[in-house]
Structures are given as C-alpha cells and as structure tokens.
C-alpha cells in the first residue's frame, strides 16, 4: 500500500477536519481519525533533507520511506493551521 499526503492521499485528510468543524465537532472518530493521520505523518514521514536541513514530508511505499515531496503536500500547512 501507499500513503501520501500529495496526490491521491491529500484530500482525504483535509476533509476529515473539514468535515468535523462544519459537523459541529460532534463526530469525534473524524477528529480522532485526522489526529491519528498527523501523529502518524509526524513520527514517520517528517525527514529532513541533506545538507540543506529542509523538512519534507515523505511519502510511505509498501513500508519503506520514498524519499520525495509531492506538489501538492505544500497545502498541508494550511490544514494543520485550520
């Protein structure tokens, strides 16, 4: 399997915050499953390059790390700001 927060994987993980706050954050597993995906993302997709020391978000290929950042994670800030 793959996980990604680029292309194919970005979507779903904004939506389950978008979908808690505009439910009135009453449905706790979309806040629980949107937590679980940024612990996750966190702990083991966060690298950092060499040698200019850039964080990345990578992305998880059949259990090994694909060290690349897809276009479109560069909208992630702006669901963790939400």
Request: aromatic residues 14%; contains cysteine; hydrophobic residues 35%.
């Given at each position: 399997g793959r996980v990604t927060?680029?292309?194919l994987g970005d979507s779903?993980?904004?939506y389950l915050l978008k979908t808690w706050l505009q439910g009135g954050k009453?449905?706790?597993r979309l806040r629980d499953a949107y937590d679980a995906a940024m612990n996750g993302m966190i702990s083991k997709l966060v690298h950092t390059s060499s040698?200019?020391?850039?964080?990345?978000?990578?992305?998880l290929?059949?259990?090994n790390i694909v060290?690349?950042?897809d276009h479109?994670?560069?909208f992630l800030p702006g669901v963790l700001a939400l």
């Open positions: 927060f680029g292309a779903y993980y904004e009453t449905e706790t040698p200019s020391n850039l964080a990345y978000v990578a992305d290929e059949n259990g060290h690349k950042m479109l994670v560069c």
